[in-house]
């Protein structure tokens, strides 16, 4: 069981910047990525950034350039650095931990969402 608190989120005029934090906790293992999705009102959920075991990114074309996923192991949090936010950005971002079953697949586990607002 994994519980993951973000913050981090609010109110940023267009071009801002904001520094989303996650703070995973619980049993952290076999842990395949880390991530941010987000969601805009009336829109589907979609990826946003996310980062391997191995430290390998991507990131969603939208967010190319301008934001970036990183994470501190001691820590077990993973963070998103969000530059030159766009009002198009705004939307609810939530932390993502896909952990790996001991038998196949993986487990998904979710925090409950800040809130990103950008003004233009």
């Known amino acids: 069981q994994v519980q993951l608190v973000e913050s981090g989120g609010g109110l940023v005029q267009a071009g801002g910047s904001l520094r989303l934090s996650c703070a995973a906790s619980?049993?952290?293992?076999?842990?395949?990525?880390m991530g941010w999705y987000r969601q805009a009102p009336g829109k589907q959920r979609e990826l946003v950034a996310q980062?391997?075991?191995?430290?390998?990114?991507n990131y969603a074309d939208s967010v190319k350039g301008r934001f970036s996923i990183s994470r501190d192991n001691a820590k077990n949090t993973v963070y998103l650095q969000m530059n030159s936010l766009k009002p198009e950005d705004t939307a609810v971002y939530y932390c993502?931990?896909?952990?790996?079953?001991?038998?196949?697949?993986?487990?998904?586990?979710w925090g409950q969402g800040t809130q990103v607002t950008v003004s233009s």
């Open positions: 619980g049993s952290i293992f076999n842990v395949n990525t």
């Open positions: 993502n931990v896909a952990q790996n079953r001991r038998f196949g697949g993986y487990t998904s586990y």
């Open positions: 980062i391997a075991t191995g430290e390998s990114t």
